[in-house]
């Protein structure tokens, strides 16, 4: 399991949202929608990371994945704190990053090894 300074990303990610939660109890005044939003972004952020560590395995198609979930993230904190976007101005942000991670992430497929026709 890779780790972020020596830990699991679970427990990353549960202090930033302890840390989170102190900053709003103490000196920001977020409502229950932004805490939620910023942790969605914090958790998609460390799905990226998981997943650029970890996708030879898989060939890229988990990096994909992850910053899709990242972008829409962002989306939704973005509009929590008050963007106004329609959903067709949604769905071209979500259409380019889509294109934009399909052109960086390698695609592999096997080749078909071809047998000589008798």
Not at 6 to 18: D, T
Not at 29 to 45: C, E, F, I, R, Y
């Given at each position: ?104 992430v390698r695609q592999v497929s096997s080749p078909k090894t071809l047998r000589p026709v008798r």
């Amino acid at each position: 399991m890779p780790t972020i300074f020596g830990r699991e990303p679970a427990v990353i990610l549960g202090f930033l949202s302890a840390a989170l939660q102190l900053l709003t109890a103490f000196v920001l005044p977020l409502t229950s929608d932004q805490v939620g939003a910023l942790n969605a972004v914090a958790a998609a952020a460390v799905g990226v990371w998981t997943a650029a560590v970890t996708r030879a395995a898989d060939g890229g198609s988990s990096i994909q994945s992850a910053v899709l979930g990242f972008a829409q993230a962002g989306i939704t904190l973005a509009l929590v704190f008050g963007l106004s976007l329609s959903d067709e101005q949604t769905a071209s942000i979500m259409a380019f990053v889509a294109m934009g991670v399909s052109m960086f992430v390698r695609q592999v497929s096997s080749p078909k090894t071809l047998r000589p026709v008798r």
